[in-house]
């Protein structure tokens, strides 16, 4: 495809010289004769500065400022939104064949994916599903890098899709997708909102920009359809635009609620009254928030064509959802639990659902991720003294920061409001030492890492899993 005909899907670009381009490229280590190089201003990192030796490996470049390089070169004023755009070209428009709902929030994005795209598939419709767990789609899977990937990798993936009949894509849209214009060709049939807590303020900053980040997504000019949280204070803000919705909550006023008829550590069974017409059906997950997830994935399906019958029975099969809440072990009349929350928010919601469901003792185990927000570390400290009856503090993802000074930084929030916990730097022995404590009726959440399948630590990924190293420590203390 020449790289004049990818010019010509900018509204804003100069081009200078035109080649043959075979392929796009985001690793100037990687790049070769005929491949199109993106440079960008990134967050720290200027791309342009890789330009030359993407150029003499023989690439052509899309960039922001003319370079003085023997190659052709496109001119634009936002590469990041350049390269969504030429990927979307590129690939031949896969978005336009399929239709999308893109799933934004702080928490749940992952759940509310799988319960959505088990009642489109219960419809009869063929769905791909992408997000923080990967990609799932004609009997494939593809292992996660990002959640939402970046477009190179997207529009690629969504082609794949598109050849193997997927009609329908479920996906999860983060705010750093939103902010960096990663789906921008995207326009979702249906968006759907979660909630807005904290996270990701090393990125953005403050929650104002956060915010307007998750906010994009429902303008009318990217989304058809909204399907937002009553309950969220964030919504408010989300009505400003005229974009057609339907709310969802159990606290205020909405179309779509829940009646909870029984509650156990198996799942629930209840009544979802969506605008007015019923359905019955058992959620399998445990935790009102997870009965919220359920109601944002009914209403999305509903307007994608499911009958209630079908919401029934696609939430009733979803058993679990890798490392969200999930029961993964028995050990002395004790049940143990692996869940993603790493967040104040998520590891509220759920050891508080935990803790209505438990006979005995509720023992948290979590750590925080290094060189992230570190103004969570003290708010999930105070969450886990007031839910927690014994608390285990370790580490999760240090990366690059000392992971003592991340437990300390947790230890502040904790001490003000309970003496109950230890500190167990490495993950593994802390898992073993909560795991001894365990007796009849306790429950232990392990939280932070849900489904991740390593531990990043001075930049290098060791092989972790949070489930198999529960397993284990149960089949050895066994």
Same mark, same amino acid.
Request: with cysteine; aromatic share 8%; hydrophobic share 40%.
């Given at each position: 495809?020449?790289?004049?005909?990818?010019?010509?899907?900018?509204? *804003?670009?100069?081009?200078?010289?035109?080649?043959?381009?075979?392929?796009?490229?985001?690793?100037?280590?990687?790049?070769?004769?005929?491949?199109?190089?993106?440079?960008? $201003?990134?967050?720290?990192? !200027?791309?342009?500065?890789?330009?030359?030796?993407?150029?003499?490996?023989?690439? +052509?470049?899309?960039?922001?400022? *003319?370079? =003085?390089?023997? +190659?052709?070169?496109?001119?634009? =004023?936002?590469? $990041? $939104?350049?390269?969504?755009?030429?990927?979307?070209?590129?690939?031949?428009?896969?978005?336009?064949?399929?239709?999308?709902?893109?799933?934004?929030?702080?928490?749940?994005?992952?759940?509310?994916?799988?319960?959505?795209?088990?009642?489109?598939?219960?419809?009869?419709?063929?769905?791909?599903?992408?997000?923080?767990?990967?990609?799932?789609?004609?009997?494939?899977?593809? =292992?996660? !890098?990002?959640?939402?990937?970046?477009?190179?990798?997207?529009?690629?993936?969504?082609?794949? &899709?598109?050849?193997?009949?997927?009609? #329908?894509?479920?996906?999860?849209?983060?705010?750093?997708?939103?902010?960096?214009?990663?789906?921008?060709?995207?326009?979702?049939?249906?968006?759907?909102?979660?909630?807005?807590?904290?996270?990701?303020?090393?990125?953005?900053?403050? &929650? *104002?920009?956060?915010?307007?980040?998750?906010?994009?997504?429902?303008?009318?000019?990217?989304?058809?359809?909204?399907?937002?949280?009553?309950?969220?204070?964030?919504?408010?803000?989300?009505?400003?635009?005229?974009?057609?919705?339907?709310?969802?909550?159990?606290?205020?006023?909405?179309?779509?609620?829940?009646?909870?008829?029984?509650?156990?550590?198996?799942?629930?069974?209840?009544?979802?009254?969506?605008?007015?017409?019923?359905?019955?059906?058992?959620?399998?997950?445990?935790?009102?928030?997870?009965?919220?997830?359920?109601?944002?994935?009914?209403?999305?399906?509903?307007?994608?064509?499911?009958?209630?019958? #079908?919401?029934?029975?696609?939430?009733?099969?979803?058993?679990?959802?890798?490392?969200?809440?999930?029961?993964?072990?028995?050990?002395?009349?004790?049940?143990?639990?692996? #869940?993603?929350?790493?967040?104040?928010?998520?590891?509220?919601?759920?050891?508080?659902?935990?803790?209505?469901? +438990?006979?005995?003792?509720?023992?948290?185990?979590?750590?925080?991720?290094?060189? $992230?927000?570190?103004?969570?570390?003290?708010?999930?400290?105070?969450?886990?003294?007031?839910?927690?009856?014994?608390?285990?503090?370790?580490?999760?993802?240090?990366?690059?920061?000392?992971?003592?000074?991340?437990?300390?930084?947790?230890?502040?929030?904790?001490?003000?409001?309970?003496?109950?916990?230890?500190?167990?730097? *490495?993950?593994?022995?802390?898992?073993?030492?909560?795991?001894?404590?365990?007796?009849?009726?306790?429950?232990?959440?392990?939280?932070?890492?849900?489904?991740?399948?390593?531990?990043?630590?001075?930049?290098?990924?060791? !092989?972790?899993?949070?489930? #198999?190293?529960?397993?284990?420590?149960?089949?050895?203390?066994?």
């Amino acid at each position: 495809m020449k790289l004049s005909a990818l010019a010509k899907e900018l509204r *804003e670009k100069k081009l200078s010289g035109d080649c043959e381009v075979t392929a796009l490229c985001t690793d100037s280590r990687t790049a070769s004769e005929g491949e199109l190089f993106f440079c960008y $201003r990134g967050t720290g990192t !200027d791309l342009h500065s890789y330009a030359e030796e993407a150029a003499e490996r023989g690439a +052509c470049l899309v960039c922001e400022r *003319e370079l =003085p390089l023997p +190659c052709a070169q496109l001119i634009v =004023p936002d590469g $990041r $939104r350049a390269m969504a755009e030429i990927s979307a070209a590129f690939y031949g428009h896969p978005e336009r064949g399929m239709r999308f709902a893109g799933v934004t929030g702080t928490n749940g994005k992952t759940t509310t994916c799988y319960l959505l795209a088990s009642v489109l598939e219960e419809s009869g419709r063929r769905v791909g599903l992408i997000g923080t767990l990967g990609a799932r789609f004609a009997g494939r899977t593809v =292992p996660p !890098d990002l959640t939402t990937p970046d477009p190179v990798s997207l529009f690629a993936l969504l082609a794949e &899709m598109k050849k193997a009949g997927v009609q #329908d894509v479920v996906m999860e849209v983060s705010a750093h997708a939103l902010a960096l214009e990663k789906t921008v060709p995207i326009l979702f049939d249906v968006g759907i909102f979660t909630n807005l807590t904290r996270d990701h303020l090393d990125f953005f900053g403050d &929650m *104002e920009k956060y915010g307007a980040a998750k906010k994009s997504l429902f303008s009318p000019t990217r989304c058809r359809f909204a399907v937002y949280n009553a309950d969220d204070p964030f919504t408010r803000e989300l009505l400003k635009w005229e974009t057609p919705h339907v709310l969802y909550g159990s606290e205020n006023p909405a179309d779509a609620f829940a009646l909870c008829e029984e509650e156990s550590v198996e799942g629930s069974k209840l009544i979802l009254n969506l605008s007015d017409e019923l359905c019955e059906t058992y959620l399998k997950l445990l935790g009102r928030h997870n009965v919220q997830n359920a109601l944002a994935a009914a209403c999305a399906a509903r307007r994608l064509g499911a009958t209630a019958e #079908d919401v029934a029975r696609g939430l009733g099969k979803v058993g679990s959802v890798d490392g969200r809440l999930e029961r993964v072990a028995r050990f002395r009349g004790a049940d143990i639990f692996v #869940d993603f929350a790493h967040t104040p928010d998520g590891l509220e919601k759920s050891l508080s659902c935990l803790k209505e469901l +438990c006979e005995g003792r509720l023992i948290a185990l979590f750590g925080c991720g290094g060189n $992230r927000d570190g103004g969570k570390r003290r708010e999930m400290g105070e969450t886990a003294a007031r839910l927690a009856d014994f608390t285990v503090i370790t580490s999760d993802n240090p990366r690059f920061e000392d992971p003592c000074a991340i437990i300390a930084a947790i230890e502040e929030g904790f001490c003000g409001i309970s003496k109950e916990y230890v500190a167990v730097e *490495e993950r593994e022995k802390a898992i073993e030492y909560a795991v001894r404590l365990l007796g009849e009726g306790d429950i232990l959440l392990i939280a932070g890492k849900g489904g991740e399948t390593y531990q990043e630590i001075m930049g290098i990924k060791f !092989d972790y899993n949070d489930k #198999d190293t529960v397993k284990k420590i149960v089949g050895k203390l066994s």
